[in-house]
């Protein structure tokens, strides 16, 4: 069974998770490691976006179409441009 340090304990067993403190160490505090990675997740994910839109009709998602880039969200929670 591998063991975690001890920055991955303390994220992985006390709560809220701060997420961004979670992704440094999953990869032992390497920030290069760590973009590189949510880059990589993001080009994957929007792949599977394309390949799903080209594979779904308008009527199946009631007009939805999906969208590559989000928009920005203001400190109030409501959606802003991007």
Known sequence: ???IS?????IQYSRPIDEIAAALAFHDGDP???????L????FLKQQLAI???????GFTRGWEPSY???VVEENGH???P
Not at 6 to 10: E, F, K, N, Q
């Open 32 to 38: 290069r490691a760590t973009i590189g990675t949510l």
């Open 1 to 3: 069974m591998p063991t």
């Open 52 to 58: 799903t839109q080209s594979g779904m009709s308008i």
């Open 6 to 10: 001890a920055a991955a304990y303390d």
């Open 69 to 71: 880039e989000r928009g």
């Open 40 to 43: 990589a997740d993001v080009r």
């Open 79 to 81: 959606a802003g441009q």
